[in-house]
């Protein structure tokens, strides 16, 4: 029952924007199959009466004065860039020309 | 001062003899330096170092002492190592690369060459209390794993025995302390890499309750379950590092204004008349005869001491699991996107934006990084939200409601830590699944947020087995008195490593 497909791997990789080799989606997918039935045994839980908890903390908003304080200095924010072209970051072609 | 080698000393002896005179912050730098370099290559603990920046801190270190500063700076002159989970510092504000700046990896090849421009938390609160930053220690990829053998950097080795694991994903962190390489360490704890270590290396560990020590520059795996803590070699030293490490935090948001107690007042060696709860849901079938007979005995260790210990249950414990790995893939699988090899890291150079997404995130991550992205994304993804994500945010619930109401009838909970000795190197990574149940008795703690420490009860077979004692929500003080008093009384405190074989 909690077989994934070929076809999901592939989506599921697309979405999370991860190159997988041929041999990595084989893999991935017997093995994504095996956790997957191991962890929908939490469908025979009742959770029909119980919210659910995404912090185990009670957060609440913290109010501070609008103050100017010291950040990271441009170059040093820029300095582990791949590529930049100061005082920017660059990247590569996100639209054809023309488009 | 103990019979032990210097380099295997505890905090409290090394600075007991710091303050008399009888040593130098120079000589234990100097100690822990020789047991790295002599065993880099049998045990790669570390991925950098750098020993001159730790002498030269060490000898400011000294002068502070000669000026009699050492009275109420428990830490001032103490050797220690970061898991290569925290930011150091090592560029200026004009981008230029500090003199003894470390790099910053988090044992992936996606962040190889990485250049911290600021300081984690942990690292300014070490430094203010004088202790000495040796290096970073090795772990798994992003802290994820529980042998440490997905580091991009090799898998490091447990100095009981060079074929076993050391667990992880802090592995490098607590061998370091068990090798006699650092006298604390700082690791990160998901769903057990603090204290899953600390047991299969005979060393002290703890997770914190989840706001209590600040998590400003760790590098996030999944948010709503990490926590940083320590590694030492006795419930005594760890109070101290973590006395130093506790308490609010502007810069993270999680992180609680609440008081910090004296932790080391707090070790008074008397439970007499506190209630333990022993969860029955923590030994199961899988645990070996060896590990249930060690925390059996360190159970009785304290009946015998006077504490009274109570049959508990905690009947979702078998749920943990599988909550876990759908809420800790999930959150990791958000916080890993900012890989895209634009502002930092690694970068495959591809001509169009969206390939070069694609090919520095599947040539720069490892297997086990890979697998939990997918994971967390099929869990998020459209269609499966509801069933996975919040499902598991639903037991999450249910986990956290059952410890708490044990936790208001008993004052701690005792458990074993990890249901294994350390594993043969190559024993489980090609079964994702075994590998995750080493987690099974730690990782219910972080879903419900409280802290647990690791104190060591024996060996088995040789190898060191670990002792888990779990507290109320910022209620560090009973689990370290616990702890403490366990520790007095069992015997094990001067546990060491075998000296390696000389060749």
Redesign the interface.
């Known amino acids: 029952m909690a077989s994934?497909s070929r076809a999901?791997?592939e989506h599921?990789?697309r979405?999370?924007?991860?190159?997988?080799?041929d041999d990595?989606i084989d893999r991935?997918q017997s093995?994504?199959s095996?956790?997957?039935e191991?962890?929908?045994?939490?469908?025979d839980?009742d959770?029909s009466q119980?919210?659910?908890?995404?912090?185990?903390?009670q957060?609440e908003n913290?109010m501070?004065d609008d103050e100017v304080r010291p950040g990271?200095?441009r170059?040093?924010?820029?300095?582990?860039?791949?590529?930049r072209d100061d005082p920017f970051?660059r990247?590569?072609?996100?639209l054809e020309e023309g488009r | 001062m103990s019979s032990l080698p210097l380099a295997d000393l505890t905090i409290t002896d090394a600075g007991a003899a710091l303050r008399d005179g009888e040593t130098s912050s120079r000589e234990l730098t100097d100690a822990c330096l020789t047991r790295i370099e002599r065993d880099a290559a049998r045990l790669n603990t570390f991925l950098a170092v750098d020993a001159e920046a730790a002498l030269r801190a060490a000898d400011e270190a000294d002068a502070a002492l000669a000026r009699g500063e050492g009275a109420d700076r428990p830490l001032l002159g103490i050797p220690y190592a970061l898991k290569d989970i925290f930011v150091t510092r090592a560029?200026?504000?004009?981008?230029?690369e500090l003199p003894g700046g470390l790099p910053t990896t988090a044992g992936s090849f996606i962040l190889e060459g990485?250049?911290s421009?600021?300081a984690s938390s942990a690292q300014e609160r070490l430094e203010a209390a004088g202790a000495i930053l040796l290096g970073k220690t090795n772990c798994d990829e992003f802290a994820m794993g529980s042998s440490n053998e997905n580091s991009a950097f090799g898998p490091v080795r447990n100095p009981w025995d060079e074929t076993t694991v050391p667990g992880g994903s802090s592995g490098g962190s607590a061998a370091a302390v068990a090798g006699g390489q650092a006298y604390f360490s700082l690791g990160t704890d998901t769903g057990g890499s603090i204290r899953q270590p600390a047991s299969l290396t005979g060393t002290v560990g703890m997770k914190p309750t989840?706001?209590r020590v600040s998590r400003y520059g760790m590098i996030a795996f999944a948010s709503?379950l990490d926590q940083c803590g320590p590694f030492a070699r006795s419930v005594r030293d760890l109070a101290l590092v973590l006395g130093a490490l506790a308490g609010h935090d502007?810069r993270d948001?999680?992180s609680?204004d609440t008081p910090v107690p004296d932790y080391a007042a707090a070790l008074t060696g008397d439970v007499k008349g506190l209630r333990l709860g022993v969860p029955r849901e923590y030994f199961v079938a899988g645990m070996e005869p060896g590990v249930e007979a060690s925390v059996r005995a360190g159970i009785d260790t304290l009946r015998a001491l006077g504490a009274e210990i109570v049959d508990v249950s905690l009947p979702?414990t078998d749920?943990g699991?599988?909550?876990y790995?759908?809420i800790a893939p999930a959150e990791a699988?958000a916080n890993l996107?900012r890989y895209?090899?634009?502002?930092?890291?690694?970068?495959a150079?591809?001509?169009?934006?969206?390939?070069?997404?694609?090919?520095t995130?599947?040539?720069g991550?490892g297997?086990e990084v890979?697998?939990r992205?997918?994971?967390g994304?099929?869990a998020l993804?459209a269609g499966y939200y509801d069933?996975?994500y919040?499902?598991?945010?639903?037991?999450?619930?249910?986990i956290?409601d059952e410890f708490d109401a044990v936790l208001d009838t008993v004052d701690a909970i005792l458990a074993p830590t990890s249901p294994t000795v350390a594993f043969k190197i190559g024993a489980k990574v090609d079964d994702?699944?075994a590998m995750?149940l080493n987690d099974a008795c730690t990782l219910p703690v972080n879903i419900?947020?409280l802290p647990g420490i690791s104190v060591p009860c024996g060996l088995s077979d040789g190898l060191p087995v670990g002792l888990q004692v779990i507290g109320r929500?910022f209620d560090e003080a009973t689990v370290l008195r616990v702890a403490d008093a366990y520790e007095r009384a069992a015997g094990f405190a001067d546990l060491r490593p075998p000296a390696p074989a000389l060749t």
């Open positions: 994934i999901d791997v599921v990789a979405l999370a924007r991860l190159h997988l080799t990595e991935m093995q994504l095996n956790i997957l191991a962890i929908e045994t939490l469908r839980v959770t119980v919210g659910p908890t995404a912090s185990v903390i957060l913290v501070r990271l200095t170059e040093a924010a820029l300095a582990n860039a791949p590529l970051l990247v590569p072609t996100v | 560029l200026d504000d004009g981008g230029r990485y250049r421009p600021y989840y706001g709503s502007p948001s999680t609680v979702s749920r699991l599988a909550t790995y759908i699988s996107a895209d090899g634009v502002r930092y890291g690694l970068s150079g591809a001509e169009e934006l969206w390939d070069n997404y694609d090919n995130r599947g040539s991550f297997a890979k697998r992205i997918m994971l994304t099929y993804s069933a996975y919040v499902k598991a945010q639903q037991v999450r619930t249910l956290k994702p699944l995750y419900a947020g929500a």
